[in-house]
């Protein structure tokens, strides 16, 4: 009996400090949203029909990836190359084109010489 009088008084104390306790607020908390991302979209070219320029780019990173994976020796991969690099070639929007065009010589698809041969296809200026 003793002890049932000595938990409820523990109970009631405890109770009457929870009551008498002020509210504490939640937390403030500051939350920032990241700063936008500046988003350059890739160049986009439409016309990948045979002797466009994203006929020829598809050609030339195809025949890259077969390089890579050891599927063409270094011959077979230049003499591709530089037939794919002789044709015709039409372009419909220079500045996506070459953009597009320079991207594939960032990733060491093309040569600096190549991207010239095909800037100037592009352009249709000399040779």
Known sequence: MILGVVCLAAFSALFLVRASAKPVPPATAFVTSPAP?????????????EGSVGHLANQLRDLADLHKKSLLTGAEYEAKKAQL?????????LKSELEFVSGLQKQGVITSDEFQTIKKKVLQIGK
């Open 85 to 93: 690099l002789e044709k015709p070639l039409r372009s419909n929007d």
């Open 37 to 49: 991302m500046a988003f350059t979209p890739a160049p986009m070219i439409q016309d990948f029909s």
